[in-house]
């Protein structure tokens, strides 16, 4: 089976503003094949929340003015609202940045991720459900009593391990992962982030992982996108990327990477990070 | 003579439950200096809960010790009548976490910019208000004309912790606590806002005190790493030692989390998923050990040891970073 998972061509989505029409991603195109790992790095702004955005569709207030997203040999685009309801999870789902406000603060853990065998169409007997939800929370090294728990009783890190729990409860065949560890320390981002690979590599599904970390990028992805300004500036195997960055932005944010190399003297990188982006006029 | 800002073995307790029986301690038997004569870049490095934000707010004085002094030139900084309160409240300055939050979003950057210059009186005309302003705007990377007169949305975040960095100048300060001022800034700017705070200890002699959880950047800008964990110190000392030569497992244990920037050096993310071991027992209470000239590591009190404090390594360091000048 060669055909991808996703194939995006020519994407641009435009936000209309008081100012006028504002493309927010500027013909993005990149495909990935079944179990690809793929990584979206870009500045605040730079378009990569708006593109996962766009492919599920959620935007607020923006629209897809160009291109188009094929899923699994389907066009997105000809699928009805009420049909795409039924994707999302199934097919692909969304681990979303901030677990800590992403999660219903008044329903019990196993309550929210029974939801989404109801709307569905899964049924389980009570205790069927109880064992289905148990098992999932495992997958994601959690306790099968989690379920009973309430959102503000758990860590930062376990939420976020039940968003990812959340995502993989239908077996989709890709994961969209934003920035899914940026609100989380050293230590629980390793562990989660090793979470979200072990499951994504049992499952067999596809993810992308966007954030603005190159470093956590050069470990977890094999392809590797850099937008700036709404554009894909570059694509290509992450190691490639970081051996010989062709783009002025990439070479930037690779060099400005803090590491236990190199101590005090800071090599006018930040100076450079400056110029770079007062020249092309970034705000 | 520079004032000195000091924690003396200090305890920090919250309670709740009822009648308080339910207690955690968030810090515990802490001793550290901050500023005098020997100004350095002190970095504490912590998870979420280690007790960093708990510190900060002791050394600001918005938590009171439960037990032991937190003191400013000798004067405990709790109850500070008013003429010391208004002195260290000019001369301790504080940078915070989040760029969006400081700002209040009806007013345009000049006014958080001339309140504490109003408040303290230091400029007499507002010609010479904004002539501070600019310099200290220039002295951050920040173009003026490009900054005054704007709305906070209006600057992007990097921007915005640069304008509370020149605030923080505004005053002359002897002393900066900056609180996680980096975590919420893009990467590309990190090493810009890094450059500044480590000019502000190299050309100004200003005392700094870094919370963050990012060792690398820790790393980058500091003389002392403290690494706290539960509230406790597991190992303080020079940061090239703490960095290269980590004698704790905890220390060891959060430097092998921090991803490497080259991607061909394992990290070994996909055997991770079990929770770390666990490095203080329940209740139990630690001291520092001195090992080596400029280290200490956290042991059991009956251990013996030579039992030092975070002020003792700082004086240390300090001193080696003066006499290798």
């Known amino acids: 089976m060669s055909e991808p998972v996703l194939d995006i061509r020519n994407l641009t989505v435009e936000y209309r503003t008081a100012a006028g029409p504002f493309q927010a991603v500027k013909d993005v195109s990149f495909s990935l094949n079944a179990g690809e790992r793929f990584g979206l790095v870009g500045e605040s702004g730079s378009g990569k929340s708006t593109t996962i955005l766009a492919l599920m569709r959620m935007l607020r207030g923006g629209y897809i003015t160009g291109g188009s997203i094929v899923l699994n040999g389907r066009d997105l685009a000809t699928v009805s ?69 309430f959102p503000h009783e758990l860590s930062g890190g376990m939420k976020q391990r039940v968003c990812i729990a959340m995502s993989i409860a239908l077996q989709p065949s890709l994961i969209l992962a934003d920035e899914p560890t940026s609100a989380l320390d050293v230590m629980v981002q390793k562990q989660v982030l090793g979470t979200l690979g072990k499951v994504q590599r049992e499952l067999g599904a596809s993810i992308i992982l966007i954030g603005h970390d190159m470093a956590l990028m050069a470990h977890f992805v094999t392809t590797l996108g850099v937008m700036y300004r709404g554009e ?15 783009h002025a932005y990439t070479r930037m944010l690779i060099e400005s990477l803090p590491s236990f190399d190199r101590l005090g003297a800071f090599r006018g990188a930040g100076a450079r990070a400056d110029t770079f982006l007062n020249r092309e006029g970034t705000p | 003579m520079s004032k000195l800002l000091e ?11 009822f009648a308080g029986r339910e207690q955690k301690r968030a810090l515990s038997n802490l001793t550290m200096t901050v500023g005098g004569d020997n100004p350095g870049i002190t970095a504490i490095v912590g998870e979420s809960g280690s007790g960093k934000t708990t510190l900060i ?23 500070m009548n ?31 910019l001339l309140s504490p210059l109003k408040a303290f009186g230091i400029a007499k005309s507002r010609d010479e208000a904004y002539a501070k302003i600019e310099k200290a705007l220039t002295s951050v990377g920040l173009k003026p004309a490009e900054t005054l007169g704007r709305y906070p949305h209006q600057l992007s975040g990097g921007q915005r912790q640069r304008v509370m960095i020149a605030r923080a100048l505004l005053l002359d300060p002897a002393i900066i606590l900056a609180d996680e001022p980096v975590s919420m800034v893009d ?71 921090v991803p490497s ?37 956290a042991g059991s009190a009956s251990a013996g040891g030579d039992v030092t404090t975070v002020s003792a390594i700082q004086a240390a360091v300090g001193a080696a970073k003066r006499s290798a000048a």
Do not use: C
Not at chain 2, 9 to 15: G, P, W
Not at chain 2, 222 to 236: K, P, Y
Not at chain 2, 268 to 292: K, S
């Open chain 1, 232 to 246: 894909l500036v570059e694509i290509g195997p992450v190691k490639e990327i970081f051996a010989a960055p062709k």
């Open chain 2, 82 to 112: 008013a003429a010391g309160q208004s002195a260290f409240r000019r001369e301790v300055q504080a940078i915070f976490q989040d760029p969006f939050d400081v700002f209040n979003p009806f007013y345009k950057i000049d006014h958080p």
């Open chain 2, 57 to 79: 707010r002791l050394l600001l004085g918005f938590q009171a010790p439960t037990r032991g002094r937190v003191l400013y030139d000798g004067k405990p900084v709790f109850g």
């Open chain 2, 261 to 297: 920037p080259d991607p061909n050096k394992p990290w070994n993310i996909d055997e991770t998923g079990e929770p770390p071991p666990r490095f203080i027992e329940p209740g139990e209470t630690l001291v520092l050990q001195r090992t080596d000239p400029l280290r200490a590591v």
């Open chain 1, 81 to 149: 609202d009420r049909a795409y309801r039924t994707l999302r999870f199934a097919e692909m789902s969304l681990v979303p940045q901030g677990a800590m406000s992403s999660l219903n603060p008044v329903l019990r853990i196993g309550e929210q991720i029974g939801d989404i065998f109801d709307d569905h169409g899964v049924r389980h007997g009570a205790a069927e459900r109880q064992r289905v939800i148990g098992e999932l929370l495992g997958r994601v090294g959690l306790a099968a009593s989690v379920q009973h728990r």
């Open chain 2, 7 to 17: 924690v003396d073995a200090v305890d920090v307790v919250f309670s709740s439950g």
């Open chain 2, 187 to 257: 990467a590309s700017l990190r090493s810009t806002i890094l450059e500044i705070l480590y000019g502000l200890n190299r050309d100004m002699g200003i005392s700094l005190v870094y919370v963050t959880h990012d060792l690398t950047t820790a790393y980058q800008v500091a003389d002392t790493i403290v690494v706290l964990h539960g509230g406790q110190v597991m190992e303080v000392g020079a940061a090239e030692e703490v960095i290269h030569r980590p004698r704790h497992p905890y220390t060891q244990a959060l430097i092998d989390a």
